[in-house]
T-cell receptor, first 114, second 109 residues
Framework: NAGVTQTPKFQVLKTGQSMTLQCAQDMNHEYMSWYRQDPGMGLRLIHYSVGAGITDQGEVPNGYNVSRSTTEDFPLRLLSAAPSQTSVYFC?????????????FGSGTRLTVV | EDKVVQSPLSLVVHEGDTVTLNCSYE??????LLWYKQEKKAPTFLFMLTSSGIEKKSGRLSSILDKKELFSILNITATQTGDSAIYLC?????????FGAGTRLTVKP
């Protein structure tokens, strides 16, 4: 099925642990991004990529790293997890950025840091 | 500072009611405004609006954009329990898409 696939769906981490959230899309979208969703705050952009080899920071990038070695994959790395990173994370992709194509979202990863 | 503000934050109605959700925005380089519906998981796309005054319609849902007054509304007529969800407004700029906090709609039988 075409779309955006995120893994894992749920994760519990201890403070200080690191992990990678996986995101893959099979729609040949150039633009991919990571958002976090917290109650009352909507979706906030963490990092985005406009194509393989190109990434940039969004609104809340601290504590996260990304890379884009292929068009299909855009993993998000938590370097040293903190309780403030407890959130629901969404990966999204689009044919292009800023041209009104809208985004396709993955089903989300619910992360709890204890 | 660029921002997208939705109101109300939550709304409880009964089946058959009509609701209007609001989204106002202040962004530097507006390209489009999008509405999404979020149930249990990922947001799903409803409408994209780029021009003022042109209503987009899909079944019982409709939306319109006012680029002069910088707002959009999403109308849902004859609401059903299946309309219960968080409705997200997002404004697309040159660099990213900025989301509002959402309106949580609950439709009671």
């Amino acid at each position: 099925n075409a779309g955006v696939t995120q893994t894992p769906k749920f994760q519990v981490l201890k403070t200080g642990q690191s992990m990678t959230l996986q995101c893959a899309q099979d729609m040949n979208h150039e633009y991919m991004s990571w958002y976090r969703q917290d109650p009352g705050m909507g979706l906030r952009l963490i990092h985005y990529s406009v194509g393989a080899g190109i990434t940039d920071q969004g609104e809340v990038p601290n504590g996260y790293n990304v890379s884009r070695s292929t068009t299909e994959d855009f993993p998000l790395r938590l370097l040293s997890a903190a309780p403030s990173q407890t959130s629901v994370y969404f990966c999204a992709s689009s044919y292009s950025r800023g041209l009104g194509y809208g985004y396709t979202f993955g089903s989300g990863t619910r992360l709890t840091v204890v | 500072e660029d921002k997208v503000v939705q109101s109300p934050l939550s709304l409880v109605v009964h089946e058959g009611d009509t609701v209007t959700l609001n989204c106002s925005y202040e962004v530097t380089n507006f390209r489009s405004l999008l509405w999404y519906k979020q149930e249990k998981k990922a947001p799903t796309f409803l409408f994209m609006l780029t021009s003022s005054g042109i209503e987009k319609k899909s079944g019982r849902l409709s939306s319109i954009l006012d680029k002069k007054e910088l707002f959009s509304i999403l109308n849902i007529t004859a609401t059903q329990t299946g309309d219960s969800a968080i409705y997200l407004c997002a404004v697309e700029e040159n660099n990213d898409m900025r989301f509002g906090a959402g309106t949580r709609l609950t439709v009671k039988p």
